[in-house]
């Protein structure tokens, strides 16, 4: 199976095939036929497997048919889609994948979150937007403040809902969802399923299509697993063999707390690696700077 064999639009197709993209994942496979048939969508998924391409493509498809028939393009833009997403790295990670699904489409994007000034993100909402990725709070602050308007949206998505309900923003989301119009598609992603996020399907969702996309059929083909048992005191000397043994140019490690994050990258950085510490007590501004680097 191909992406053209699902549909997809010459100008996705050529964005996806410069990223490499030649076989569609298990969910993407079969969401996106759903999806562009304008039927709701509830998958349950693990992270990983595919899931922002799963609806990106379908949306920006939607959109540029409707930009190319003149029903949106002229004039201010609107908020067309929505999605929804638990964490800022997130949802970032959202809009620079639909930047590159859509780098010939013409659809507009950005991206907000809370942690950061709101005058940035307010100066692009006024320009006009077609796709808005947003955190909750962030949302509806913005909301509250009369910046964004929901009333023109037609395809609102929920990615990692399981994740959101867990930061305790089910309230958020109820408000959020009442302000959208009914009519409207809407696909929500979660890893699980339980009885609240069953509520939002029952009360916001017209007739989802269900799609499960297990463990199993995650491609791991290429990923070795091993374990080594160490003492406490022979972690960080095993640790440093191993990344120079196997000549490790980019790796992520994780600690159990927010200070063993900054000692082991302390650490790292004496022993002459280029390392840096990424955890909920840094601002924004150095969130950012560390993913920068590690991106680089």
Not at 44 to 54: E, F, M, P
Not at 61 to 66: I, S
Request: hydrophobic share 35%.
């Amino acid at each position: 199976m191909t992406f053209q064999q699902l549909g997809v639009i010459d100008p996705i197709l050529r964005a996806l095939s410069a990223e490499g993209y030649t076989n569609p994942t298990p969910i993407q496979e079969q969401s996106i036929p759903i999806l562009l048939r304008g039927k709701d969508l509830l998958g349950c998924a693990q992270t990983g497997t595919g899931k922002t391409a799963a609806f990106a493509i379908p949306i920006l498809q939607h959109l540029y048919l409707k930009h190319q028939n003149k029903q949106n393009h002229r004039g201010h833009r609107k908020i067309k889609a929505l999605i929804v997403t638990p964490t800022r790295e997130l949802a970032i990670q959202i809009g620079e994948s639909f930047s590159v699904y859509g780098e010939h489409t013409g659809i507009k994007n950005t991206v907000i979150f809370g942690g950061v000034k709101q005058g940035a993100q307010t100066r692009i909402l006024e320009r006009g937007v077609d796709v808005l990725v947003a955190t909750p709070g962030r949302l509806l602050d913005l909301i509250g403040q009369g910046f964004i308007s929901l009333k023109d949206v037609e395809y609102s998505v929920l990615d990692e809902a399981d994740r959101m309900l867990d930061m305790g923003f089910i309230k958020d989301i109820n408000k959020i969802l009442d302000k959208v119009p009914e009519n409207r598609q809407t696909s929500l992603f979660s890893a699980t399923m339980d009885r609240n996020i069953w509520k939002i399907c029952n009360k916001y969702m017209n007739k989802p299509e269900k799609i499960l996309v297990s463990k199993d059929e995650i491609t791991l083909e290429e990923i070795e697993q091993r374990f080594i048992k160490v003492d406490h005191n022979s972690r960080y000397p095993v640790l440093k063999e191993l990344i120079g043994e196997q000549n490790i140019q980019k790796a992520i490690i994780f600690t159990r707390t927010k200070r063993g994050a900054y000692r082991l990258s302390k650490k790292l950085k004496n022993g002459g690696f280029n390392a840096g510490a990424l955890h909920g007590d840094l601002t924004q501004s150095q969130r950012d700077k560390v993913t920068r680097g590690f991106r680089k």
